[in-house]
């Protein structure tokens, strides 16, 4: 196998000792020796010397190439940690998968020069790859950063999450070789002879088929299949919720197709945003996102069960791909508003995940907003999980 990778993580409250130990249990299970590359993400529990922490992975791996960022939480294929002490540590060797890591800080030009400096830097040709972005949210704005992506590396696919801090914080940290930077993007391409496979899986039910915006302006809905859309919001909740709108703005959002000019929306491929609130004067509902009347919506609910139940058919699509050539190792970026805020439980994802892919080395946090393509373009999506599998395609007879 040209390709090994392996990852650990650790609980440790000491931030050295901790990375140590995740970078020597990733670096083990690798294989020992050096390695090419690593990502680390990390609790901000670790926040005052995350220097200190990449000089140890750096060292312990005996790579300079180190891409990562702060989370709420991180993850492995078989654990998760929120709001706790933790560094996860992904270590990789291959001869035939190339890795670059990037530090783009946030310019007077904002997302577009952001994704012009990567482009820059990649040069041709641009089109090879797959590219993992891990932005500040609170200085890049993710949703225009996929958009300038999609104007200046139209064609390449990008999967990852915005940055994370605990919920009050107002600060993210990126991870760049050992430099950590508050501000910006932090990414890693990866070329050569790469396969890939990518899985998104939501987190809500929808109540009901999609409707048709039939009146709208702007980012309010005023008509949904020609009644006023209000009243068709509460006919779709169950009775016990019917006067309870007010009290599920953490639960209650809408699902937009991936692009306005779609006539249906297909199971699954949709994007939540935010239902922002009821208007009773005007019967209308005010959502987090731009409508157009005539394009297909579905309001959805935030539940626990119908993501477990979404979640593990995402896995048996991945498991039936990975059967027929292995993967090497995976990320999943989980959204910060899944894991236990979702279930009432930790560590439900990874436990699906590890029963379908056993001790496949993957790493992940729980991001602000997750990144993945859908129908060829790279989406911003929110409440999701994204799966994303690593491999090599086969080389061809006489190679």
Not at 353 to 378: M, Y
Request: glycine share 14%.
């Amino acid at each position: 196998m040209t390709t090994a990778a392996g990852v650990a993580l650790s609980t440790q409250a000491d931030t050295a000792a901790a990375a140590r130990e995740a970078a020597a249990g990733a670096l083990a299970r690798a294989g020992g020796g050096r390695v090419d590359w690593g990502v680390v993400f990390a609790t901000v529990s670790h926040r005052p010397h995350f220097a200190a922490m990449l000089a140890e992975v750096q060292a312990t791996l005996g790579t300079d190439l180190i891409s990562g960022c702060s989370a709420w939480g991180v993850l492995t294929g078989s654990e998760e940690v929120e709001g706790r002490p933790a560094i996860a540590v992904l270590a990789v060797r291959s001869s035939r998968l190339a890795a670059q890591t990037f530090y783009i800080p946030a310019g007077d030009s904002q997302e577009l020069g952001v994704a012009r400096e990567i482009a820059r830097q990649i040069g041709p040709p641009l089109e090879e790859g797959l590219l993992a972005l891990w932005p500040d949210p609170f200085t890049v704005r993710p949703d225009e950063l996929v958009r300038a992506f999609g104007r200046v590396l139209p064609g390449v696919e990008a999967v990852g999450a915005a940055a994370s801090a605990d919920p009050s914080g107002d600060r993210t940290f990126l991870f760049h070789g050992r430099n950590v930077a508050a501000g910006g993007l932090a990414a890693l391409r990866l070329s050569g002879s790469l396969r890939r496979t990518v899985g998104i899986t939501q987190g809500c039910q929808p109540l009901g088929d999609p409707c048709r915006v039939t009146k709208g302006d702007g980012n309010v809905i005023l008509e949904l299949d020609g009644r006023p859309a209000l009243e068709v919001l509460r006919q779709r909740l169950p009775p016990s919720l019917r006067d309870s709108l007010d009290r599920l703005g953490a639960h209650l959002f809408v699902g937009l197709p991936p692009d306005p000019d779609q006539e249906r929306i297909e199971p699954g491929e949709y994007l939540v945003r935010t239902l922002i609130g009821g208007d009773s004067q005007r019967g209308a509902v005010v959502v987090g996102g731009a409508v157009r009347e005539g394009e297909p919506v579905l309001l959805v609910l935030r539940e626990g069960q119908a993501a477990r139940e979404d979640l593990k058919q995402m896995l048996a699509r991945l498991g039936r791909a990975a059967a027929a050539t292995p993967y090497h190792f995976g990320l999943y970026f989980n959204c910060a508003a899944r894991g236990t805020g979702l279930y009432g439980l930790p560590g439900i994802d990874t436990a699906y995940i590890s029963g379908t892919f056993g001790d496949l080395p993957i790493i992940g946090f729980f991001g602000n907003a997750e990144i993945a393509p859908l129908r060829g373009v790279n989406r911003l999506f929110t409440y999701t999980g994204v799966l994303v599998l690593i491999g090599e395609e086969k080389e061809g007879p006489g190679a």
